[in-house]
């Protein structure tokens, strides 16, 4: 006697494991594109100080082709330059569900659910991938790579903090990025552990542990350069605009029976010529 035994599918999907968006801590979005595909920024130089010359017989000012005295000291012009930021990262996809497919995997193919897949494991983990590779590149703090163990992590980070206080970037809201295996490390620190405190109300946002001041962010290995130790960043030095951000769904467009999803994204990231101190990138032997 043969039987043919039933097989049955879930409507459930075994998704892939993913973490939402790191780079909005990372950056800021100080300036606006819209209208605009390119948007300049001007550099503005400053004079030195001078000892006042309250006696008035030292200090010389050539004004048309006449020597002049002034007790300020020597007459200074500013520099205006601009730096340049032109859009470059034009992102898009597409893919349709036919109308059976979605019928007759019990509407585990569904359109909203894959646009909300492909945002998740694939968009957001380029995005972030390609800010944070843009802030290890141009960052203004990069010494020699080296090796991080459970004995120098905390001084090797302590160190990059006092770096960034001597560019004088600002102190509250720095953000200390890692890797699980560099965060392994740090929990293995003893001298991080007892300087470590965390407030609830920042943990949603992918913050892990405040330390002397620096909220601490484990990211995925896979969203960091290769060889990354750690990277230590105030978001005033790093602009992360998002132009557009576009997603579609079509039900039954020309030549598809079912829906044609499309997406669209153009952003970048720039690091600021003035404010790139604010930025510290460690790489690993």
Request: glycine fraction near 4%; include cysteine; proline fraction near 4%.
């Amino acid at each position: 006697m043969a039987i043919d035994l039933v097989t049955k599918f879930s409507n459930k999907v075994d998704e892939t494991f993913t973490t939402e968006s790191k780079a909005s801590l990372l950056t800021n979005k100080d300036y606006d594109w819209s209208g605009a595909h390119t948007v300049k920024v001007y550099k503005i130089t400053t004079a030195p100080m001078n000892d006042y010359d309250r006696d008035g017989t030292k200090q010389h000012v050539v004004t048309e082709g006449k020597a002049q005295l002034s007790r300020y000291g020597l007459l200074a012009g500013l520099d205006a330059t601009t730096q340049t930021m032109t859009l470059r990262k034009d992102r898009s996809f597409t893919f349709a569900i036919d109308k059976l497919d979605a019928d007759e995997t019990v509407q585990a193919l569904q359109a909203g659910t894959a646009l909300a897949r492909q945002q998740r494991e694939v968009l957001i983990p380029e995005i972030d991938s390609y800010v944070i590779n843009q802030m290890a590149t141009n960052a203004g703090h990069t010494p020699m790579a080296k090796e991080l163990t459970t004995v120098n992590i905390y001084d090797e980070i302590m160190a990059a903090n006092a770096e960034l206080d001597n560019a004088e970037a600002p102190e509250v809201g720095r953000v200390l990025v890692v890797s699980p295996d560099v965060y392994l490390l740090l929990k293995k620190n003893k001298d991080f552990l007892q300087a470590t405190d965390i407030a609830q109300d920042v943990r949603f946002r992918g913050v892990i542990a405040m330390v002397d001041g620096i909220a601490v962010m484990r990211v995925p290995a896979n969203r960091l350069p290769v060889k990354c130790g750690f990277l230590l960043a105030h978001p005033v030095a790093t602009v992360h605009p998002v132009k557009l951000s576009e997603f579609k769904i079509h039900n039954d467009p020309p030549f598809i029976s079912g829906d044609l999803v499309e997406g669209r994204v153009v952003y970048d990231a720039f690091i600021l010529d003035n404010k790139k101190d604010a930025i510290y990138y460690q790489a690993t032997t």
